[in-house]
């Protein structure tokens, strides 16, 4: 057991050491591990990523953009400011 865990020590060191974004995904596409660096270049926090789907943070994104003291130059596709706040450009009814 001792060799599994220095083994995973290892791993986690090395891909954390590395100069490149990291992920692995389950087979439901649920992001399993992310390093620093792939945090880095998204801007989020691995906490953001880990059990979620790219949909589910996307939309998350979505909800939550413009409450982080920052806004995207342009909103997302399909969404136009209006009033301060990102709308979608074409409501349901």
Do not use: Y
């Not at 649920?30 to 880990?50: H, P, T, Y």
């Not at 806004?71 to 706040?85: A, D, F, L, R, T």
Request: with cysteine.
């Amino acid at each position: 057991m001792e060799a599994f865990q220095e083994s995973q020590a290892l791993n986690h060191s090395l891909l954390e050491q590395l100069p490149l974004g990291i992920f692995r995904k389950d087979r439901e596409g649920r992001f399993v591990l992310v390093n620093s660096e792939f945090c880095r270049i998204k801007g989020m926090k691995a906490e953001e990523f880990l059990g979620k789907t790219p949909v589910e943070i996307a939309a998350a994104k979505r909800r939550n953009w413009g409450q982080r003291g920052r806004q995207p130059s342009m909103p997302p596709p399909g969404w136009n400011i209006m009033n301060g706040s990102c709308k979608p450009a074409n409501p349901s009814s």
